[in-house]
């Protein structure tokens, strides 16, 4: 064997150049992202940021005034307390609007239990939508097929939900429904007059058995335009054709018109 093999290899001590140079690398590389973040259009960088935030369900509240950026000692830099941002978002509570809701969840169950007790569950429905208390009832269950009048039952049960709504100060919307088939007779030549006086006999009931403030109460008929479901089967044209008692939200009022309230009037 050579001797060259016995000889052991000398140490590098020049290695530490290698681990130097990256350091240098990184370092040249750091001052060159700040440099760049001390540049940029802080408006637009704001822009930027209120855009991501509203699109990931912030409302806006990511990049707020907060403490001095690392750079320029500006305030453009995030808002830490998250949580206390998120309740400065939060649209005012509305009290009286509240306490509304309460009073119409109550007449709801009221007007439910009603129902329930006198096994009309499967003739009328109440529900809580965002304009107030709709309570729907089928039109059979208040009219002959193509009739206006009401039937003694009939009378008797618009007369007890009535009593469950007259101590209520909003306004009350009788809306009525048919279905798409036409009728035309000598005294409803079409859905529109139909709808319309039924929804006029429901008024008439209110005023004339429980003595119902008349400014607090309208008639509407929608003829077969505002169906809930498609008018493709009888089982549909049944749903559709129906009279609605609307307790309007009070928030409504002024886009109401003006009543005719006699001052003094109850």
């Known amino acids: 064997m050579k001797r060259r093999q016995h000889e052991e290899k000398k140490p590098n001590h020049e290695r530490w150049l290698i681990t130097y140079a990256d ?4 370092l040249m590389v750091f001052f060159i992202v700040l440099y760049a973040l001390s540049n940029i259009d802080a408006q ?11 699109a990931l369900g912030g409302g806006g509240i990511v990049l707020t005034n907060a403490g001095p950026d690392v750079v320029t ?20 509570v509305d009290e009286k609007d509240l306490k509304e809701t309460a009073n119409l969840a109550m007449i709801k169950a009221k007007v439910e239990s009603y129902i329930k007790a006198k096994g009309l569950n499967a003739s009328v429905t109440a529900t809580l939508e965002e304009r107030g208390v709709v309570i729907s009832f ?13 039937s003694p039952q009939a ?3 618009v007369r007890q939900i009535g009593e469950i709504l007259l101590p209520l100060p909003n306004y ?11 009728i035309n007779n000598s005294r409803f030549p079409s859905n529109w007059e139909l709808s319309t006086a039924r929804a006029t006999s429901v008024v008439h009931e209110l005023i004339d058995g429980l003595h119902f ?7 509407v008929g929608y003829g077969e335009y505002r169906p809930k479901v498609p008018n493709t089967s009888e089982q549909n044209r049944q749903k559709n054709r129906r009279v609605d008692i609307v307790i309007l939200r009070s928030k409504y009022e002024p886009v109401e018109p003006k009543s005719g309230k006699v001052p003094g009037q109850n």
């Open 23 to 26: 350091m240098i690398t990184l």
């Open 138 to 150: 089928k039109d059979a269950i208040l009219f002959k097929l193509g009739s206006a009048e009401l």
């Open 44 to 54: 637009k960088f704001r822009a930027l940021a209120d855009s991501l935030s509203k």
């Open 155 to 157: 009378r008797a049960i």
């Open 73 to 92: 000692g500006s305030n453009a830099t995030v808002q830490g307390n998250l949580g206390k941002a998120s309740q400065e978002q939060l649209p005012a």
């Open 213 to 219: 403030p008349p400014y607090r109460l309208s008639a």
């Open 172 to 182: 009350i919307r009788i809306e009525g429904h048919t279905d798409n088939l036409p």
